[in-house]
DNA sequence: CCCTGATTCGC
DNA sequence: GCGAATCAGG
C-alpha cells in the first residue's frame, strides 16, 4: 500500500486513454481518477499525443454511442404517444360510475404542461450532476431528452420539475387506500 | 451561468 | 513533465 495516487502512473494513464477514447470529457475523467484536475487532464491527453478523438461521427449533436436501452426510468410523464398506458388493472375492475365525475378537468396543477425549449433540453449523454433529470419525450425513441435545465441543490430535478415531481400528494380526496396488490 | 477542449507558460 | 491560468467556443 505504498502507491502514491498522485503522478501519471501507468495504470493511470492507462485509464485515462481508455476513458478519453470512450469519450468522457475531461472533467469526468479528472473526477474518474481523482486527485487531479480537468486541466491536468487535458494536459496530459496532449503530452500523450491523445486529442479530439471521436468527433467526426458526432454531427454536432453528440451520438457516439449507439442508443442506450432507457427503460430504467418510468417516473413521471411515461406516456410515450398513442400507446395506452394501463397502469395495474383496470380490465375487471369495471368501473362503477366515474364517469359522471369530472375527470377531463384539472383544478389543481397550473401548469403541467412545461415548455422547455428544444435547445435547452439534453440527451443521457449530455446529462450531468446539477441538470434537471426530467423526462421529456419517448424513451423508446431518438429524439428522447430530458430538461436539463439547473437542478435543485440535492435534487434530481429543476426547480419546476421538482414542484411537479414532489406534490403535497394530498388533494386526493376521492381514493386513496383501495390499493391492494 | 454552466460547461467543453486548447494553449500558454512558470514551475 | 506537470498543471493552473487563460483562452475560445457552445
Redesign the pocket.
Given at each position: 500500500m505504498s502507491d502514491q495516487s498522485?503522478?501519471?502512473s501507468d495504470e493511470r494513464?492507462e485509464l485515462l486513454r481508455k476513458l478519453?477514447t470512450e469519450g468522457?470529457?475531461?472533467?469526468?475523467?479528472a473526477a474518474e481518477l481523482g486527485?487531479?484536475?480537468?486541466?491536468?487532464?487535458?494536459?496530459?491527453?496532449?503530452?500523450?499525443g491523445l486529442?479530439?478523438r471521436a468527433k467526426s461521427a458526432a454531427p454536432?449533436a453528440s451520438r457516439p454511442r449507439k442508443a442506450a436501452p432507457t427503460r430504467s426510468l418510468s417516473h413521471p410523464m411515461a406516456q410515450p404517444s398513442g400507446q395506452t398506458v394501463v397502469r395495474g388493472n383496470t380490465a375487471l375492475a369495471a368501473a362503477p360510475e366515474l364517469e359522471t365525475e369530472a375527470v377531463p378537468q384539472q383544478q389543481f396543477q397550473p401548469q403541467e404542461e412545461v415548455v422547455v425549449p428544444l435547445s435547452e433540453r439534453v440527451t443521457i449523454m449530455e446529462l450531468?450532476?446539477?441538470m434537471c433529470r426530467w423526462p421529456m419525450g419517448d424513451p423508446t425513441t431518438p429524439d428522447f431528452r430530458f430538461c436539463g435545465a439547473?437542478s435543485l441543490l440535492g435534487m434530481p430535478y429543476c426547480a419546476h420539475h421538482a414542484r411537479i415531481a414532489y406534490q403535497p400528494a394530498a388533494d386526493r380526496r376521492r381514493e386513496k387506500k383501495v390499493m391492494r396488490s
Open positions: 498522485n503522478t501519471w494513464v478519453w468522457l470529457s475531461a472533467s469526468q475523467i486527485g487531479v484536475t480537468r486541466n491536468a487532464v487535458i494536459g496530459k491527453v496532449h503530452r500523450l486529442s479530439g454536432a450531468r450532476e446539477a439547473r
